[in-house]
Every structure is written in structure tokens, then in C-alpha cells.
């Protein structure tokens, strides 16, 4: 082909023209080349992208939340590695309040942990006393539930759609035997899994044993509960909100006064009530089908220390412990059973009594209203921070709290002696005690291991009910130093 130049001089095109040897080798060796070098850019991108997230990610699930010490890696490390491939499908239904499900949601990471299994994220319960409708994710932060724990437990956020009734499968249902073993889980529930891909477990309520598990599953429960089961940033917030209102004002108890309905109900405690209240309450429990006992002695329950105190008892203890009129208290509960009667005696002691709804707009928990859980979660925040933490009666909140302060460097706790007390508080009301002797009797009631201090849990193998509860003491992620 050939073309003119400016100067109208003609000159031929090598454009049709085909390379010669010696032109098409350098242009190879520049592809090969260049081939290398973005192969290499790309392996040391994707290495450096790993270890950056690995510490990134590390540094970040390793804070529990503003009110936590960080996670010790040396207490909290993870087990050995895993082998990836799942023998099956978790379905997992949990029952009762916040602090019972967020118990039963480490068990069962734990389980499915040891079993190798694929965990669909739990369902909270929705049928209780409370019918509080929030799902997982309106509790907890579902993403860092996944992704803190992803090492450990692969979780997905609903049944793949193939396992769904919908489609015509067929899901095993049941319900795991109480305080069960590993090996409970290992010879009896994993080998249902190879005939069935998907089982539901349809309670979850303390269906692992305190106590008999390896080091590496003890501290993998400690690591959902501390670090992987975070509450929802508008949860965080407001709770952030309520500790800052409050330590602003001088410190603060956190006292629990579990002398609500369904507590009352549910024990069979009237002691403090009127017959018609006492009525109400044996009526609720023939309404709820899943409470065993209905018929219930409220003295001999009172006697053996099976009761919450009542707001007038709690006055007189408080008072004996030492706390004077100026304290600052939150109330950490829901509406007291009698309403502001009941409450007439504990105020008029101490004038600096608070509750949630006293510190926040109104506005503020209204997105909170009928939701139990979530107002739970927010006493459960509060609880935590506060200098000096007192339940009036030893249920899973409490427990779960005094677990999370230990935790924290075994921050005061006073565990009430129901029993003892209530034989004190007899005695001095019909004047056989002094307010001195009374004073000086509780006191030395409620030293040492009752303030919280470091202590090793009690075993039981045959009355698992009775020893001491893992997640009220998780001593096996508990540094003593």
C-alpha cells in the first residue's frame, strides 16, 4: 500500500505488512513479562489484604463494648482449626427472657461447634409471658455475630430455602436433654445428623453442662458471651446513654428487684400482697401451661429462700449493708407488681431512687415500648457499669450479670442470702432482734464470696440444678491476677 507524504513524496506502509522475526520476540518476552509482574502484584495484594484484615479484625472483635475490658486473647483464644466441611444443618428455638436465650446462644454455638455443624442464627422466643416480637438482629448485631465467630462456627441467617416446610421437607424435631455432656452430643445427637441434614432443637435452655467440658469449649462459650453477642448500635447507644446520665451524678447501685409479675407468678410468691393479688397470680399460673407447679405454698417457698424480697424487705437490708439515704439507685426492672404502693417505702429511704424511664425522653424508649427484651437489654447494659450490683433474687439476669462483672475484675456484686435473711428480717420484725443485732447479722451473712470476690465453682454431678451456674462464674476465662 502506498501512501503520500506532506511533501507529496510518495512512501509504502508496513501496515499490511507482517512482523519480522526479530520484531515479534521482543514483543512476546514483553507480554510474558508483563504477565509476571501483574501475577506478582496480585498474590502480594491478596497477602497483604489478609493480614491487614486479620489484624483489623482481630483489634475488633476484640472489644465487647465501651463498659468491657478487652478480651484477653490468651484466656479467649480460639480452638484448633476446623475442617470446614459441615455435617449438618442447626435449627435452634430459644425460650424465656433475654438473659436465658443469650445462655442458650453460647451453648449452642458451642454445640455446633463440637459437632461440626452449620448454625442457622437462633430464633428468640416469642411465646412467653413477655410476647416480645424482636427477632436476633433487633437485639444483637446479627453482622458481628456472624462474622466475630466465623472462625469457629459457620452461621447463616435463615435455612437454606431447599430445607424449608414450604418445599415438603421433613424437619426432625427435639429437644436436647438438660445439662448434657459433650458425649451426649457426640454418640446420641451427631449421628441423627447423617440420616437427617436439618434438626430443630426446640428448647435451648441450659441443654449443656456447666461443668466435665474440655478448656477450649468452656472458653468458646466465654467468647460468644463476651465478644461475639453485641447488642444493636441503637441499643449500645441508649444504654451508653442511661450509664453516662448517671455516673455524671456520683456513682450508682444497680439494684435488680426481680418483684414483678411473672417472677410472682411463676414462684408462687405473695408474701407482701393482698388476697386479691394473691389470687391474680395463681390464675396466671393455670394460664401458662409450660409452668409445671400450680398449687404453691408461698410461706414454705419464702422460708427456704426461694422468693424475691419484697421493696419493703430490700429497705431494711440496704439499709443494714450500710447505704445511706443519699445513694443513687437504679432500678433495674420492669413495672413493679403493685405499682407505686410497693414503692412508696424504698423511695421514701432513698430519695435518689431512678429508673430508665425517669433519665430518658419519652420519645427516646418509645421505640422500645412492648418489647421486653430490648428494655431488658438496656437494664443489662446499665447493670454491668454500675459500681455495685444487687439482685433481690438470683434468677438469669442476675447471673448472667455477675458472670459479665467478674469478668471485669470482679466488680462488687452482692448476692443476697434469701434464706438467711429472711430468717433475720422474722426476727427482728417481731422485736426479737435489735436493729443492732440485725445490722451485725447481715453483715456477716454477706461477706466474701457474697461481695462478688474470686471463688471456684461449686460442682454437683448428680444435681446439676443446684452447683453453681457456668456463666455466673466463667472461671475458666477468668484471670484471678
Same mark, same amino acid.
Given at each position: 500500500? /502506498?501512501?503520500?507524504?506532506?511533501?507529496?513524496?510518495?512512501?509504502?506502509?508496513?501496515? =499490511?505488512?507482517?512482523?519480522?522475526?526479530?520484531? @515479534?520476540?521482543?514483543?512476546?518476552?514483553?507480554?510474558?513479562?508483563?504477565?509476571?509482574?501483574?501475577?506478582?502484584?496480585? +498474590?502480594?495484594?491478596?497477602?497483604?489484604?489478609?493480614?491487614?484484615? !486479620?489484624?483489623?479484625?482481630?483489634?475488633?472483635?476484640?472489644?465487647? @463494648?465501651?463498659?468491657?475490658?478487652?478480651?484477653?486473647?490468651?484466656?479467649?483464644?480460639?480452638?484448633?482449626?476446623?475442617?470446614?466441611?459441615?455435617?449438618?444443618?442447626?435449627?435452634?428455638?430459644?425460650?424465656? *427472657?433475654?438473659?436465658?436465650?443469650?445462655? $442458650?446462644?453460647?451453648?449452642?454455638?458451642?454445640?455446633?461447634?463440637?459437632?461440626?455443624?452449620?448454625?442457622?442464627?437462633?430464633?428468640?422466643?416469642?411465646?412467653?409471658?413477655?410476647?416480645?416480637?424482636?427477632?436476633? #438482629?433487633?437485639?444483637?448485631?446479627?453482622?458481628?455475630?456472624?462474622?466475630?465467630?466465623?472462625?469457629?462456627?459457620?452461621?447463616?441467617?435463615? %435455612?437454606?430455602?431447599?430445607?424449608?416446610?414450604?418445599?415438603?421437607?421433613?424437619?426432625?424435631?427435639?429437644?436436647?436433654?438438660?445439662?448434657?455432656?459433650?458425649?451426649?452430643?457426640?454418640?446420641?445427637?451427631?449421628?441423627?445428623?447423617?440420616?437427617?441434614?436439618?434438626?430443630?432443637?426446640?428448647?435451648?435452655?441450659?441443654?449443656?453442662? =456447666?461443668?466435665?467440658?474440655?478448656?477450649?469449649?468452656?472458653?468458646?462459650?466465654?467468647?460468644?458471651?463476651?465478644?461475639?453477642?453485641?447488642?444493636?448500635?441503637?441499643?449500645?447507644?441508649?444504654?451508653?446513654?442511661?450509664?453516662?446520665?448517671?455516673?455524671?451524678?456520683?456513682?450508682?447501685?444497680?439494684?435488680?428487684?426481680?418483684?414483678?409479675?411473672? &417472677?410472682?407468678?411463676?414462684?408462687?410468691?405473695?408474701?407482701?400482697?393482698?388476697?386479691?393479688?394473691?389470687? /391474680?397470680?395463681?390464675?396466671?399460673?393455670?394460664?401458662?401451661?409450660?409452668?409445671?407447679?400450680?398449687?404453691?405454698? !408461698?410461706?414454705?417457698?419464702?422460708?427456704? *429462700?426461694?422468693?424475691?424480697?419484697?421493696?419493703?424487705?430490700?429497705?431494711?437490708?440496704?439499709?443494714?449493708?450500710?447505704?445511706?439515704?443519699?445513694?443513687?439507685?437504679?432500678?433495674?426492672? *420492669?413495672?413493679?407488681?403493685?405499682?407505686?404502693?410497693?414503692?412508696?417505702?424504698?423511695?421514701?429511704?432513698?430519695?435518689?431512687?431512678?429508673?430508665? #424511664?425517669?433519665?430518658?425522653?419519652?420519645?427516646?424508649?418509645?421505640?422500645?415500648? =412492648?418489647?421486653?427484651?430490648?428494655?431488658?437489654?438496656?437494664?443489662?447494659? +446499665?447493670?454491668?457499669?454500675?459500681?455495685?450490683?444487687?439482685?433481690?433474687?438470683?434468677?438469669? &439476669?442476675?447471673? +448472667?450479670?455477675?458472670?459479665?462483672?467478674?469478668?471485669?475484675?470482679?466488680?462488687?456484686?452482692?448476692?443476697?442470702?434469701?434464706?438467711?435473711?429472711?430468717?433475720?428480717?422474722? %426476727?427482728?420484725?417481731?422485736?426479737?432482734?435489735?436493729?443492732?443485732?440485725?445490722?451485725?447479722?447481715?453483715? /456477716?451473712?454477706?461477706?466474701?464470696?457474697?461481695?462478688?470476690?474470686?471463688?471456684?465453682?461449686?460442682?454437683?454431678?448428680?444435681?446439676?440444678?443446684? #452447683?453453681?451456674?457456668?456463666? $455466673?462464674?466463667?472461671? /475458666?476465662?477468668?484471670?484471678?491476677?
Amino acid at each position: 500500500m /502506498e501512501i503520500r507524504s506532506e511533501s507529496g513524496t510518495l512512501m509504502r506502509s508496513d501496515y =499490511n505488512k507482517p512482523p519480522s522475526h526479530h520484531q @515479534s520476540v521482543p514483543k512476546a518476552r514483553f507480554q510474558v513479562w508483563f504477565f509476571r509482574v501483574c501475577s506478582c502484584i496480585l +498474590v502480594w495484594t491478596c497477602l497483604i489484604q489478609l493480614f491487614w484484615h !486479620s489484624q483489623i479484625f482481630t483489634g475488633l472483635t476484640n472489644q465487647i @463494648s465501651r463498659f468491657s475490658l478487652p478480651v484477653d486473647p490468651v484466656r479467649l483464644s480460639p480452638p484448633p482449626p476446623r475442617n470446614y466441611t459441615s455435617n449438618g444443618i442447626l435449627l435452634v428455638s430459644c425460650n424465656g *427472657g433475654l438473659n436465658q436465650m443469650r445462655a $442458650a446462644i453460647c451453648d449452642m454455638v458451642t454445640v455446633a461447634r463440637l459437632l461440626n455443624l452449620t448454625l442457622v442464627v437462633p430464633e428468640l422466643d416469642k411465646k412467653s409471658f413477655w410476647a416480645d416480637p424482636s427477632d436476633f #438482629e433487633d437485639i444483637f448485631d446479627i453482622n458481628h455475630f456472624i462474622d466475630s465467630l466465623r472462625d469457629e462456627v459457620r452461621i447463616v441467617r435463615r %435455612l437454606p430455602k431447599r430445607y424449608s416446610k414450604k418445599y415438603g421437607y421433613k424437619i426432625f424435631e427435639v429437644p436436647p436433654v438438660s445439662w448434657s455432656s459433650d458425649l451426649y452430643y457426640l454418640q446420641q445427637v451427631l449421628p441423627r445428623f447423617s440420616k437427617r441434614k436439618v434438626i430443630h432443637f426446640v428448647r435451648s435452655d441450659t441443654r449443656l453442662a =456447666n461443668n466435665g467440658l474440655s478448656l477450649d469449649l468452656q472458653r468458646l462459650r466465654c467468647r460468644v458471651n463476651f465478644q461475639g453477642l453485641k447488642f444493636t448500635p441503637r441499643i449500645e447507644a441508649l444504654g451508653s446513654k442511661l450509664v453516662r446520665i448517671l455516673q455524671q451524678r456520683g456513682s450508682f447501685v444497680a439494684l435488680h428487684l426481680r418483684y414483678e409479675m411473672d &417472677m410472682l407468678g411463676f414462684s408462687g410468691c405473695t408474701h407482701g400482697c393482698t388476697e386479691e393479688e394473691a389470687e /391474680e397470680l395463681r390464675k396466671m399460673r393455670y394460664a401458662y401451661p409450660w409452668w409445671k407447679e400450680k398449687e404453691i405454698v !408461698s410461706e414454705e417457698r419464702r422460708v427456704q *429462700g426461694l422468693c424475691p424480697l419484697t421493696p419493703e424487705e430490700v429497705v431494711l437490708v440496704l439499709k443494714a449493708l450500710g447505704f445511706q439515704k443519699d445513694t443513687q439507685i437504679y432500678i433495674a426492672a *420492669g413495672e413493679i407488681y403493685g405499682g407505686a404502693k410497693r414503692l412508696a417505702l424504698l423511695k421514701e429511704s432513698f430519695p435518689r431512687i431512678v429508673k430508665k #424511664e425517669m433519665l430518658l425522653d419519652p420519645i427516646e424508649l418509645q421505640q422500645f415500648q =412492648n418489647h421486653s427484651s430490648q428494655m431488658a437489654a438496656l437494664d443489662f447494659i +446499665v447493670s454491668v457499669a454500675s459500681n455495685t450490683f444487687i439482685p433481690t433474687y438470683y434468677g438469669n &439476669m442476675a447471673k +448472667v450479670v455477675e458472670g459479665h462483672r467478674r469478668y471485669l475484675g470482679f466488680k462488687k456484686t452482692i448476692l443476697l442470702d434469701r434464706k438467711r435473711l429472711v430468717e433475720l428480717l422474722d %426476727l427482728h420484725n417481731n422485736k426479737t432482734l435489735s436493729w443492732d443485732e440485725f445490722v451485725v447479722a447481715v453483715r /456477716e451473712a454477706h461477706q466474701g464470696q457474697r461481695m462478688g470476690e474470686p471463688t471456684h465453682r461449686k460442682v454437683i454431678s448428680d444435681r446439676p440444678k443446684e #452447683e453453681d451456674y457456668f456463666y $455466673a462464674n466463667p472461671q /475458666e476465662c477468668i484471670s484471678e491476677n
